[in-house]
């Protein structure tokens, strides 16, 4: 080898040494560079991007056939975004997830606002009639095309924290077990299960992602066992899916892989959401965080306080006449409400007080926003106590027992504000989450073969959970927990379904006087319903199997009521005997322990 071939091989090497020293220094500040989440990032805007192609290639297509694949296309891929844009910008996707109905919003009567709606859903409904209107398609298409390019320039993973993250899978989780399952937001092609298998796919592609899971390979593998466990479980139909155990045997054992990777992790949380951090379960007494729900956080909670917010609640010293207490219309034996079709002087049924403080509207029209504001109102009704807050704090305030235990359990004494919430205290303490369905699908198996089946077609083909939402069976929408909701169902007057006629009372219309909301209900929570007939917000049916039977016909809108404005589906369910019986039989599981002797 000649002097001038060594030493370009030298001076090769030396080069190719300095390239790679240059490479492993650029690469490591490029790693350093790279802010948290890129990956997560870059595979929720590619997800924006195909759903946006996807419909683009909807409103391109020349036919209705091709169009409906298209969309389908675009529906999956939007199942994709949903973990991460369900979590970072919760109004524009329930803008896009919401269903046919129109949305309506009330601030004052000066104030009304009523919106078309729009997305997914109403895109869905739109594109698979036997003549859809193009026009019409294409500018629902059009509309979520402008919404997702909103999406895209003005959210952002990059910035969030490990416990963002966290949340954001779990919220996931929950959002399949209790809506994605069930038919919510598929009311037409029922594609459910397939699309809760996507958005679980998506998970798994999301924590790996992150990162989060490099150095801890055990749990990494554990994820991608559950994960795909999950997936394999969401095969089958849409209405023999067993979601019965879907939810005890892959939700519940998830949520505590979530747990656990929490504490392996050691990730912090600033503040809690609906849920308790800790909560492993969806049915039980700590799996939701009360102050979520509450006009103000109490930093001073005890059992104190529900002990005299249960002397205050039966006292009849409160109100102006002293006839009357909080426990003359809600009675504890039944499980507190009256048993009557209406109470005296009132035109609506007394609704059970039983997990009341878990839901963001009170009384049946949502005219009260909190527990301390119902009690304001019950307060200053004629036919009720009839009086006012002030008057009730000279009362109280008069009665040594009552002076002392305010001084002593609550720093600022006896006020209008720790009144209130003495009596709230009681009220939230009546959520035990101990029925005999919380204890089997926490692990304590009790429940019949039919049993289970009532619960399966309530979540599915009967479309109960649609609007009486697990775990809480009331209108409250998870997984969330910021809207109770109202709906119109049509419920008649008298039960002669025969003659049938709307019942007069206006609902939600006596408010605002705004047209569309004629005859809209707060939807109740249905735990104990065994105790809480007479049922409907006029108390116009005496048992469940007629509560069934109405539904199963369609509302109002299947027993002949001309209604523009219903929000449950006017066909009917078609359900069986045996399924009718089963769905009774499930909804007597719901009752608390305290009642079950009673049975």
């Known amino acids: 080898m000649n002097l ?3 030493l370009y ?30 990956k997560m990032d870059s595979l929720y805007r590619s997800d924006l991007s195909f759903c946006v192609n996807d419909l683009e290639s909807i409103i391109n297509s020349p036919d209705s056939e091709q169009k409906q694949r298209h969309y389908l296309d675009a529906r999956l891929r939007f199942k994709k975004l949903e973990p991460v844009l369900g979590f970072v910008d919760i109004e524009n996707y329930k803008y896009l997830n919401q269903p046919n109905i129109l949305k309506i919003e009330e601030e004052d009567q000066t104030d009304i606002k009523i919106f078309k709606p729009s997305g997914f859903q109403v895109l869905e409904e739109n594109l698979f009639l036997d003549d859809p209107d193009t026009a019409q398609v294409n500018a629902i298409a059009k509309a979520i095309i402008g919404r997702l390019k909103l999406v895209e320039n003005t959210t952002s993973l990059t910035n969030y924290k490990d416990y ?18 069930t038919g919510f937001d598929s009311p037409v092609l029922e594609n459910s299960l397939m699309e809760s298998r996507v958005a679980y796919q998506r998970v798994g ?25 999950a997936m394999l479980s969401l095969e089958g139909d849409f209405e023999n899916f067993n979601r019965y155990e879907f939810i005890k045997g892959v939700t519940h054992n998830q949520l505590a892989l979530w747990n656990e990777s929490v504490n392996q992790l050691d990730v912090e949380f600033p ?62 034996e039944k499980a507190f409400t009256d048993g009557k079709k209406t109470f005296q002087g009132q035109n609506r ?42 008057t009730i704090i000279e009362k109280v305030g008069k009665i040594e027992d009552y002076k002392n235990a305010f001084d002593t359990i609550y720093s600022n004494g006896l006020t209008e504000y720790t009144l209130r919430h003495s009596i709230s205290s009681f009220i939230r303490d009546l959520a ?20 289970i089946n009532g619960f399966n077609l309530f979540m599915g083909k009967a479309k109960c959970a649609t609007c009486h939402f697990a775990p809480l069976f009331n209108g409250t929408v998870p997984p969330d927990f910021t809207e109770s909701e109202m709906e119109m169902l049509g419920v008649p007057k008298t039960n002669d379904f025969d003659k049938a006629e709307i019942d007069p009372d206006p609902g939600r ?12 209900f707060k939807t109740p929570t249905i735990r104990n319903v065994t105790h809480t007939a007479p049922y409907m917000h006029n108390g116009v049916f005496s048992t469940l199997e007629e509560v069934v039977d109405f539904y199963d016909r369609g509302g109002g809108v299947g027993i002949g009521i001309n209604l523009d404005n219903q929000t449950l589906p006017g066909d009917p369910l078609n359900l069986t005997d045996e399924e009718k019986d089963n769905l009774i039989l499930f909804l007597h599981t719901l009752t608390d322990s305290r009642y079950e002797e009673s049975e």
């Open 9 to 38: 091989a030298i001076i090769e090497a030396c080069l190719l040494i300095s390239l790679f020293a240059f490479s492993c220094i650029n690469e490591k500040a490029s790693l350093a560079d790279e802010k948290p989440f890129s």
């Open 164 to 181: 963002h993250i966290f949340w954001m899978i779990r919220k996931e989780l929950i959002r399949i077990a209790l809506t994605g399952i």
């Open 4 to 6: 001038s071939v060594k």
């Open 271 to 332: 503040f809690e959401l609906a849920f308790n951090n800790e909560m492993t379960t969806l049915f039980s007494a700590e799996t939701f965080n009360d102050d979520f729900f509450a006009e103000r956080r109490n930093k001073e909670s005890n059992e104190a306080q529900v002990l005299l917010g249960q002397a205050l609640f039966s006292d009849k010293r409160l109100s102006e006449n002293n006839q009357m207490s909080c426990a003359t219309c809600h009675k504890a």
């Open 205 to 229: 592609d999301y924590i790996k992602a992150s990162g989060l899971l490099v150095e801890h390979p055990e749990l990494s593998k554990k994820w991608n066992k559950s994960i795909q466990n």
């Open 432 to 451: 035990p989450f101990d029925s005999k369905f919380d204890r089997s699908i926490n692990g304590d198996d009790q429940l019949s073969e039919e049993e």
């Open 349 to 390: 049924n007394t609704p059970t007080l039983n997990y009341a403080h878990l839901q963001q509207g009170f009384f049946y029209d949502n005219r009260s926003g909190s527990l301390e504001g119902q009690i304001v109102s019950v307060v200053k009704n004629r036919n009720e106590f009839h009086t006012d807050l002030r």
């Open 509 to 520: 219309y006596e408010l605002f006087k705004t047209d569309e909301r004629k005859h809209f």
